[in-house]
């Protein structure tokens, strides 16, 4: 979908009236086996006291966030009051969603040590035909800071209703992402990163580029990059970007790097055979100039790495 009609999507998400919506509450746990995560997913049920404040804290939410909103960069800059947005089917949230969709048929929650080690919680609204999943990391409550985002749960008869002094459950109200038929509208990108287990991802296109390189013929070998780039956070944002863009992919453009590099100095060195000898104190060139992050200034020439960049239509 282009971002002009994720736009759209989210204004039409914002006009809805969610006042007479249906609400469902889930947890999600998690479990991490070699980095690989898998989701279990348990519906709670609520009172009607409790359904109205969780339809009410996604609709202030909803209606209190920008209209800024932008594609998800692996690289970015600070995201300040900017949405982004990006496809549910390749996040870790199409096997929660799915689970969800289960409905009645889905597990439930029916003693309070059920609620223990969850690792997220789900809102689910329904609306006419339209179903929103809001998230929330429940282990990010560590770091909230003012009471106004917390809210204490009491679970009593296998429901979870309001406020009580015994078998407290506690949710950080805030929302860290939400999702609409194939569309995720992130609001918190370190969070949804860290409750969806995105280094995981990462690390597969780590070896899926590495890959393609090698196929390319494009490097002298790639040992070099494995060994620097590892599971270091930042190489795996770059690198993940620069299989998003594929510059690398374009011979016009690696024929275009080549002649840059020599008139410019840049001291990339090329073997006999044409291809980028990829040693290791070269490796930050190498991932700058493959993902065409060496720019220049049009007001003074200045030359620039720009690790965050964003094309300009005239």
């Known amino acids: 979908m282009s971002i002009k009609a994720q736009v759209a999507q989210f204004e039409r998400l914002k006009s809805l009236d969610y006042a007479q919506s249906s609400v469902a509450f889930w947890v999600v746990k998690r479990r991490l086996v070699h980095m690989e995560a898998s989701y279990e997913v348990r519906r709670v049920d609520l ?61 439930k929650v029916k003693q309070f040590g059920d609620l223990l080690g969850s690792w997220a919680y789900v809102i689910q609204l329904m609306v006419g035909g339209d179903i929103i999943y809001a998230w929330r990391k429940i282990s990010a409550l560590s770091s ?58 990462l690390e597969r296109a780590r070896d899926e580029v590495l890959d393609e390189f090698g196929g390319l013929g494009l490097l002298s070998s790639t040992d070099a990059l ?42 990339l060195a090329f073997d006999a055979a044409g291809k980028i ?11 700058t100039l493959l993902n065409n992050s060496r720019l220049q200034s049009l007001i003074n020439a200045e030359v620039f790495d720009a690790a965050v960049k964003k094309h300009v239509d005239n």
Do not use: M
């Not at 290791?280 to 991932?287: G, N």
């Open 47 to 107: 009172d009607k006291p409790l359904s109205a404040h969780l339809r009410e804290i996604f609709a202030k939410t909803l209606a209190g966030s920008t209209n800024h909103i932008e594609p998800y960069s692996f690289v970015s800059e600070d995201q300040d009051e900017k949405i982004y947005t990006l496809e549910l089917p390749v996040t870790d949230f199409e096997r929660v969603k799915i689970a969800i969709d289960q409905g009645l048929k889905a597990p």
């Open 144 to 201: 909230v800071k003012k009471a106004g985002f917390v809210t204490p749960l009491l679970f009593k008869n296998a429901t979870l209703v309001g406020l009580g002094e015994d078998n407290i459950f506690t949710i950080d109200t805030r929302i860290d992402f939400f999702a609409h038929q194939d569309s995720l509208f992130i609001l918190n990108k370190k969070e949804f990163e860290s409750g969806l287990n995105f280094r995981a991802r």
């Open 226 to 267: 494995k060994k620097k780039i590892g599971s270091n956070l930042s190489y795996l944002r770059r690198l993940s970007e620069i299989q998003k863009n594929g510059y690398y992919k374009d011979a016009h453009f690696i024929q275009k790097l080549k002649e840059a590099n020599s008139s410019n100095r840049w001291n």
């Open 277 to 287: 000898v990829a040693e290791e104190d070269k490796v930050d060139l190498i991932l």
